[in-house]
């Protein structure tokens, strides 16, 4: 089952999970869930990851799961092996692209300038992480967008539900959340309700964008 673009672009929020267990992850996918979320990456510096993605794959298809922390192609067969539907990285690799394009699989990668983010996008990228957006803020999409309408580009890094307006409103596409969501700590203590909660306070905040714009 390969990653449905026009399902994420409806409800265009990925959630990073780094560090999970295996005990808290059926709590953490259910979490999600139940918050509104149905994009997540289990990235693959955190213990035994292409267990968990075969894990959240065979049990939940109602979720796109993908890999996070991407590094090299063989890193991306072992993600496509075990059932992830897209590929995030924090940098361009012009091997994996030509991997994901080969493969049909979605591609994420993580580009800053103008000259990585045109290059990552001519390349095959399905949508370009500007990582780490906090260090540029919204304003920096807008700038982006100019000469490059066409990129679609997802913020990474700092966005929360006080800010989510401005960068979806400078033309960021996607937005992602993560460790103030999911910190190894609420997630190894098993504080799902909080991690529901805030999830929700997040979608609630995207929906909200485009409901006044629609």
């Not at 059932?83 to 800053?112: H, M, S, T």
């Not at 679609?152 to 800010?163: F, S």
Request: aromatic share 10%; glycine share 8%.
């Amino acid at each position: 089952m390969g990653f449905d673009l026009s399902l994420f672009e409806s409800e265009p929020v990925l959630g990073i999970i780094r560090g999970v267990d295996e005990e808290s992850l059926e709590g953490v996918v259910e979490a999600s869930l139940a918050g509104g979320l149905r994009s997540l990456e289990i990235t693959l510096n955190t213990p035994n990851p292409f267990h968990l993605i075969k894990s959240i794959q065979s049990k939940y298809r109602q979720i796109q799961i993908g890999a996070g922390t991407v590094l090299t192609v063989d890193e991306a067969k072992k993600a496509a092996d075990s059932g992830a539907q897209f590929i995030v990285a924090p940098n361009f690799e012009e091997e994996i692209a030509a991997f994901c394009v080969k493969n049909k699989i979605a591609y994420f990668p993580g580009a800053l300038t103008p000259t990585e983010i045109q290059k990552a996008w001519k390349s095959g990228a399905t949508m370009v992480k500007v990582f780490p957006a906090s260090q540029m803020g919204p304003d920096y999409f807008k700038t982006i967008k100019g000469p490059f309408n066409d990129i679609k580009l997802m913020a990474v890094g700092g966005v929360n539900p006080a800010n989510i307006k401005d960068y979806l409103g400078a033309g960021a596409d996607a937005v992602a959340l993560g460790g103030s969501i999911f910190s190894v700590q609420r997630m190894k203590n098993q504080r799902f309700n909080e991690i529901q909660k805030d999830i929700e306070e997040f979608m609630f905040a995207v929906h909200r964008f485009y409901s006044k714009i629609t």
